[in-house]
């Protein structure tokens, strides 16, 4: 039997506790043997971290994950999908403000690539309302004064800590 192969894309800038919520319950599904993450690189889109700080970020979560695999690539997902043999890429949906566009991505990425299914996840009502973007609202707008403990709620420690070191109070701030 060939190996079953999910991939989940994005950008994870930064990695937040909404994405990681989403590989966890993948993982726990059992559905497919390996599941990639997958960081997209759009060489005229400017990220806030660099491409070796979001692997760093992903590395550090999934090690739970024996399944799980981390990949980089700068083409169109359903090619990357397509490559290598994946039977579905993963997507979150947190608000009906998604549905639009991931309904209408999923439906090009079955054109560019038949095999391809598009398989949601409903956001965990305790993420649903997080993005990376708004985490770093909060980050550049001295929202990480706040205690360590609701910054942890929002990303895994690596990210806390380097959002902390570029944005927040020092370093110690974590340990408390
Ligand atoms: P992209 O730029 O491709 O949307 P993101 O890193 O923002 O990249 O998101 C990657 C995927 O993770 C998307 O399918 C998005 O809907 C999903 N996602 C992001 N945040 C959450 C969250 N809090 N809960 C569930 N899914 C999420």
Do not use: C
Request: no cysteine; hydrophobic share 40%; glycine share 6%.
């Amino acid at each position: 039997m060939p190996k079953k192969i999910a991939v989940y894309p994005g950008s994870f800038d930064p990695l937040t506790n909404g994405h990681v919520d989403l590989i966890d319950r993948v993982s726990a599904l059992s559905v497919f043997d390996e599941l990639t993450v997958l960081i997209g690189i759009n060489p005229t889109k400017n990220t806030r971290f660099t491409l070796e700080e979001r692997i760093e970020m992903l590395e550090s979560v999934i090690q739970p994950y024996p399944g799980v695999t981390i990949d980089q690539y700068s083409g169109l997902t359903a090619q990357y999908a397509q490559e290598r043999g994946a039977s579905a890429i993963v997507r979150g949906l947190r608000a009906f403000s998604d549905f639009e566009n991931e309904f209408q991505m999923s439906l090009m990425n079955r054109q560019i690539a038949p095999q391809v299914d598009t398989l949601f996840m409903m956001a965990n009502t305790k993420y649903a309302h997080l993005s990376s973007t708004l985490v770093m609202q909060v980050a550049q707008m001295g929202g990480l004064q706040m205690n360590n403990k609701k910054l942890l709620e929002m990303v895994p420690s690596v990210v806390a800590e380097m959002l902390v070191k570029t944005y927040g109070s020092p370093r110690d701030e974590l340990n408390k």
